[in-house]
C-alpha cells in the first residue's frame, strides 16, 4: 500500500475591493505590484473584486492567506494596517464602509463556522481617504502602496519560506 503524500495548496493572496469607488480598489493595486515579484508555484494571487461570499471556496484547504483591501479604522488617511489572525476576531465586521458584497471580516467569519479557515491569516490594507465613485486612489492611499506592498511582500515571504532540513 502507497501512501501519497499531498501538496499543500499554495500561499492565497486575495485582493477584495471595488476599483470603482476610488481607494476601495487598493486592494487589486496591491495584488497587482505584489505579484510581479517573479513568485513560484508556491503562491497564488486571486482578484475576489465584489465577489464576497462566492470566495469562501477559494479559502478551502489553505494554510497560509494574506487579504489585501481597503481597511477604515479612523486613523489617518494613507496608514498602512497589518492584522494577523488573533486579533482580526476583534475587529468589527462593518470596518470597511464599501459596496462589497461583505467585508472580508464575515467572508472569514464564514469560513471559519465551516471549518476552512486557513491556520495563519494575516489582512494588510491602506486607510481610504475616498470611498466614493469614482476610478483611481486618493493622493494619500497612492503614497502608502509601496509601504503595503513592502509589508506585503515580507509576510508572503515569511509564509512560504520552509527552512531547510540539516541532518
Not at 469607488?21 to 486571486?46: A, Q
Not at 473584486?49 to 494574506?66: C, P, V
Amino acid at each position: 500500500m502507497t501512501i501519497g503524500l499531498v501538496e499543500p495548496k499554495p500561499v492565497l493572496v486575495l485582493a477584495v475591493g471595488n476599483q470603482l469607488l476610488s481607494d476601495d480598489g487598493v486592494g487589486m493595486v496591491l495584488l497587482d505590484e505584489l505579484s510581479r515579484g517573479g513568485w513560484d508555484e508556491r503562491v497564488e494571487f486571486v482578484d475576489g473584486g465584489t465577489q464576497g461570499l462566492a470566495l469562501l471556496g477559494e479559502l478551502s484547504g489553505r494554510q497560509s492567506l494574506i487579504v489585501l483591501d481597503a481597511i477604515a479604522l479612523g486613523a489617518a488617511p494613507g496608514t498602512v494596517h497589518t492584522v494577523r489572525s488573533p486579533s482580526l476576531r476583534q475587529l468589527n465586521p462593518a470596518y470597511s464602509t464599501s459596496a462589497h458584497e461583505s467585508t472580508a471580516i464575515e467572508l472569514l467569519r464564514f469560513a471559519a463556522l465551516l471549518g476552512e479557515l486557513p491556520p495563519e491569516i494575516v489582512l494588510v490594507g491602506i486607510e481610504p481617504e475616498l470611498l466614493t465613485t469614482g476610478m483611481g486612489l486618493s493622493p494619500a492611499v497612492a503614497a502608502a502602496v509601496p509601504d503595503a506592498v513592502k509589508q506585503a511582500r515580507n509576510l508572503l515571504e515569511e509564509a512560504i519560506y520552509v527552512p531547510c532540513n540539516t541532518r
